[in-house]
């Protein structure tokens, strides 16, 4: 990736992007528990964004993520209204949820929410609503 | 469940058979398939496309053999008591015959009027979706069905309007249809709403049973009537049906005459046995129907396209039929629907077969076609004949049938006005027959091309219906009889009474009136601008008028363009109501301790200084950056409080807000600019101390005021049985998990609204630029 303005910014975000992603996504799975969540996790990936695209301008966002944040939003509100689609077919109520616990070997006992999809949906919604608005109130695409 | 809701599930049948219910499904199935499949059928599509049609009819010419009345009740959203009901009686297997057995025809028909037959396969399709909404309404027995299946309809009837939407016309023809009905239609179902409430059910069968009294019934009958007199374009709502023609003649035949613009009359008949004897009733209903019967009757004269006659000379015939049930006539009312299903569609077929063979519609172009084309002459003239009511057709036969009942009822002025009126109708079927068929006024010769026998076989098979029916009524009446639950006797020959003297009467008049206007031309009657009557296109055109007018001044006072006065009006609202309402809790708030926490003042001083700070710098990213203060020294507050999940948004969002000024903010100059000019210094100083004082006062209330620990308890247990430990998450996942929906659907749409916004301005910014 080009660097655009400045190589200190450039290096810091290159070292911080992983573990913005990482940490983001463990906000989205443990959310059901403590502090965290689809909104608090999309707007940690959304911080990792916003630094790749100050960092390396709006082709570098592109090549990071190659697909418009238009459609990340429109695919986040889908798969929420899907979860929610979910729960009326199995429990003739939009929106219903349950919840499992699986035991894995290593892992141990897992609990598993059907609300997470819902998360999810969130999640990617949170991310594509602060992309558009980055790539849109951003400098011009060139 | 709510109490009332109980009671209808105690009362409502329960019907477990579904056959209606899938022969009505098919038509939405196959017009998906005929839409999807379209260009690989080809030729085959309306074979396709009939399918259901045959499907339908079989079915319930099966399930009419039975004595069953069950009804077929699919639940829906059973919480508001909205279901889907579907009735098994005699009124169904009458009404589906009509609408199952004509559509059949129309689908032959535009075989082969469409040559194209891309535009052929998406007109079927749209007539499949309209067959299973009409189909819908004439056997619904649950007012919100019905409401759903009426507004298929309606849409369908829209898109088949504009079906040539490269034509303005055509375009803005479907959009006062649209308008005109489903206001109607918005009222019919606050009328269905009212209805509900006052009877406890929402089965049209329940509530004619006990029909519910009162003033509340009688505002919701008047809805209804408002949504049954748009749909059948009764007067004053009339003016939509001669524009609709612009449609193409098989859609005019089936929705704007034969079937649809019924679906008014049916309502009526089903509600008539409940409420035809209130007040509100006889007077509205028979008087919009008289008035409709007269001036459909006057204007069908006056027309030179044929369309448009039979277009008038149908909104007459509806009036007829209103005015009928108004009376109480339902039987009667039924067997002229009949009737004139079957000799409209024929006609209108006919005239679209002209249209198609001769390339116009106008009687003074038109030139003795009926030598060309002499099988549709003689089956125009049948159908004619039984607009007349000539007999032995069966417009004879119904139209006696009324006449005998006005009659023996002694009703003087109906009858009065209808035997006016059908004089005319003598006069206006003449002239449509003469001017489809007959010599023209030029000796100029027309050129006329035979069509596809696909056209023909309609008209001919409605022409022969019409006579047999009118030679042999008797099973039909006795079917009526059944439907309405009023006896009638359908009979070609009822002996020297009244009735046939009248009939005798009008056919005489109206062939008088036929003549004098073939000699003359209907040029020597005025039309409606000559003699400067208001007509319902002007009140159309002027109210839409009215309403842009009210439009663009309102959105000119609230929309004045300048960023303080927004502010200042949303600030002021939102913290205005909500801290009224609060006051009331006033004590406890002065008495609350200063702090709980010794952060709490350090932070206080930290988001004060910020927020001063952010007013004072004469940059703008220094501003952004001292609210951003602000916020973060606010996220301390959050911590203080231990709500860990509200600190970590708030610091996130903080964040990033701060990151996304710095991008726009680049855009504009780097100090402010002026005081903004649009509001004075004093009047944002005072919504500036408005909105500290009533904040203050709303987070004193807020925090002091008791708390309903049961609320917390509920949610704690709650959020065990939900699997989750964080219940901020839980709150927002689980129990409100449609207000998050609706949140982030809000988000969305202000997404797509910033791409669009930027958008524009960068597309005008390049198409200004060099």
Do not use: C
């Amino acid at each position: 990736m080009k660097v655009r303005f400045s190589p200190l910014l450039a290096t810091g975000t290159r070292t911080m992007v992983p573990t913005l992603v990482l940490f983001s996504l463990y906000l989205l799975v443990v959310g059901h528990d403590i502090p965290g969540g689809g909104f608090a996790g999309g707007l940690i990936a959304s911080t990792a964004l916003l630094l790749i695209y100050l960092a390396f301008g709006h082709h570098g966002l592109h090549r990071a993520l190659p697909v418009d944040p238009e459609v990340i939003t429109g695919i986040g509100l889908a798969v929420a209204i899907v979860a929610g689609l979910i729960g009326l077919v199995v429990d003739q109520s939009f929106l219903a949820y349950a919840y499992a616990v699986i035991e894995l070997p290593l892992l141990g006992d897992i609990k598993v929410s059907s609300v997470l999809l819902f998360d999810v949906g969130v999640y990617l919604l949170v991310i594509g609503m602060v992309g558009i608005a980055t790539t849109h109130l951003g400098s011009e695409r060139t | 469940m709510s109490k009332h809701e109980a009671e209808w599930r105690h009362r409502r049948p329960a019907g477990a058979t579904v056959p209606l219910t899938i022969s009505i499904a098919g038509y939405l199935v196959v017009a998906v398939v005929v839409w999807g499949t379209g260009r690989w059928l080809g030729r085959w599509i309306a074979v396709v496309a009939a399918l259901p049609y045959i499907i339908h009819l079989a079915v319930v010419a099966w399930l009419a053999r039975s004595d069953g009345h069950a009804i077929e009740l699919l639940e829906w959203i059973p919480d508001l008591g909205v279901a889907i009901g579907l009735r098994q009686d005699a009124m169904t297997w009458i009404l589906t015959a009509v609408v199952a057995g004509i559509g059949l025809l129309i689908v032959i028909y535009s075989h082969g009027y469409f040559a194209d037959e891309a535009k052929r396969a998406s007109f079927l399709a749209w007539l499949l979706v309209f067959t299973a909404g009409m189909a819908g309404v004439v056997s619904s027995d649950e007012l919100f069905g019905l409401f759903v299946f009426w507004e298929i309809t309606t849409v369908a009837s829209y898109l088949l309007i504009g079906f040539d939407h490269q034509k303005a016309a055509a375009r803005a023809s479907a959009l006062q249809a649209i308008l005109v009905t489903t206001s109607g239609g918005l009222a019919m179902l606050a009328g269905f709403v009212l209805l509900t409430m006052e009877g406890g059910t929402t089965s049209i069968s329940e509530l004619v049973a006990n029909p519910p009294t009162g003033t509340a019934t009688s505002v919701a009958l008047g809805l209804v009537f408002l949504g049954a007199f748009t749909k059948s374009a009764q007067f004053p709502f009339h003016f939509w049906l001669p524009g609709a023609m612009a449609a193409p003649t098989p859609a005019s035949a089936y929705l704007h005459s034969a079937t649809m613009v019924k679906a008014g009359i049916v309502l009526l008949l089903f509600l008539a046995p409940g409420f035809a004897e209130t007040g509100i009733w006889l007077w509205t209903v028979t008087t919009v129907g008289l008035l409709t019967m007269v001036v459909g009757a006057v204007a069908a004269l006056r027309q030179f396209d044929l369309k448009l006659l039979l277009a008038y000379g149908t909104v007459s015939q509806l009036g007829f039929m209103v005015a009928l049930i108004g009376l109480g006539h339902t039987a009667a009312a039924l067997a002229v629907l009949v009737a004139h299903s079957l000799f409209k569609a024929a006609m209108f077929l006919i005239v679209g077969y002209i249209d198609k063979a001769t390339g116009t519609r106008d009687v003074r172009v038109l030139n003795n076609i009926g030598s060309r084309f002499k099988g549709l002459a003689v089956a125009g003239a049948v159908a004619a004949a039984s607009m007349a009511g000539v007999p032995p057709m069966l417009g004879f036969v119904t139209k006696e049938a009324a006449f005998d009942l006005l009659i023996k009822k002694q009703e003087w002025v109906p009858l009065a006005v209808i035997a006016g009126a059908s004089i005319l109708t003598v006069a206006y079927a003449g002239l449509w027959w003469f001017g489809a068929f007959g010599p023209g006024r030029t000796e100029e010769p027309l050129q006329a091309k035979r069509k596809s026998p696909f056209m023909i076989v309609g008209p001919i098979l409605l022409a022969t219906l019409t006579v047999v029916f009118g030679l042999f009524p008797a099973s039909l009446g006795s079917a009526v009889s059944e439907a309405t639950g009023e006896s009638i006797k359908l009979v070609l020959w009822p002996g020297l009474k009244p009735a046939l003297a009248l009939s005798t009467l009008v056919l005489a008049s109206g062939l008088g009136v036929f003549s004098i206007l073939r000699r003359r031309g209907i040029e020597m009657l005025p039309t409606a601008r000559d003699l400067h009557l208001p007509t319902g296109d002007g009140v159309y055109a002027w109210s839409l008028r009215t309403l842009n007018l009210v439009a663009d001044t309102a959105t000119g006072v609230v929309q004045s363009g300048s960023l303080p006065k927004y502010i200042a009006v949303t600030v002021s609202a939102v913290l205005f109501i909500p801290s009224m309402v609060w006051a009331f809790n006033w004590d406890a708030a002065i008495s609350a301790p200063w702090f709980h926490n010794p952060a709490e003042p350090v932070l206080a001083v930290v988001v004060s200084a910020g927020a001063y700070a952010a007013t004072r710098v004469q940059r703008r990213m220094a501003a952004a950056l001292l609210l951003g203060v602000v916020g973060y020294a606010v996220t301390g507050i959050y911590v203080v409080y231990s709500a860990p999940d509200v600190a970590l948004t708030q610091l996130l969002i903080e964040t990033l807000t701060v990151a996304l000024f710095a991008l726009v903010l680049s855009k504009l100059p780097r100090r402010f600019g002026e005081p903004p000019r649009s509001l004075s210094r004093a009047a944002r100083i005072a919504v500036a101390a408005f909105a500290g004082v009533f904040a203050t006062a709303a987070a004193l209330i807020v925090t002091t005021v008791d708390k309903d620990e049961s609320v917390v308890a509920e949610y704690l247990s709650g959020a065990e049985a939900a699997g989750g430990t964080n219940v901020v998450n839980v709150i927002l996942t689980n129990f409100r998990a449609m207000d998050t929906l609706g949140e982030i659907t809000v988000l969305a749409a202000a997404g797509v609204g910033i791409a669009a916004l930027v958008g524009s301005v960068r597309r005008q910014r390049t198409e200004d630029g060099p």
